[in-house]
């Protein structure tokens, strides 16, 4: 298991090098799909889930 972690940290510079050109290449829908790609894994992506309490304010019952 440590042999195949340490295969796959090597390949880490390689492949950040590899995504940086997807991003500045001229397809754009590419380097957008790039973008999202690091972005998500850098923990900046769009929430997956939304949380609530469950409590329902009067206000908001009026405001409807």
């Known amino acids: 298991m440590k042999a195949a972690r340490e295969?796959?940290?090597?390949?880490?510079?390689?492949a950040l090098v590899t995504l940086g050109r997807v991003v500045r290449h001229k397809d754009p829908?590419?380097?957008?799909?790039?973008?999202?790609?690091?972005?998500?894994?850098?923990?900046?992506?769009?929430?997956?889930?939304?949380?609530?309490s469950g409590a329902v304010s009067i206000l908001d019952v009026l405001d409807d």
């Open 29 to 52: 829908d590419t380097a957008l799909r790039a973008a999202r790609d690091i972005l998500d894994r850098a923990g900046y992506g769009a929430p997956t889930k939304v949380e609530h």
């Open 7 to 14: 295969r796959i940290l090597e390949l880490v510079d390689p």
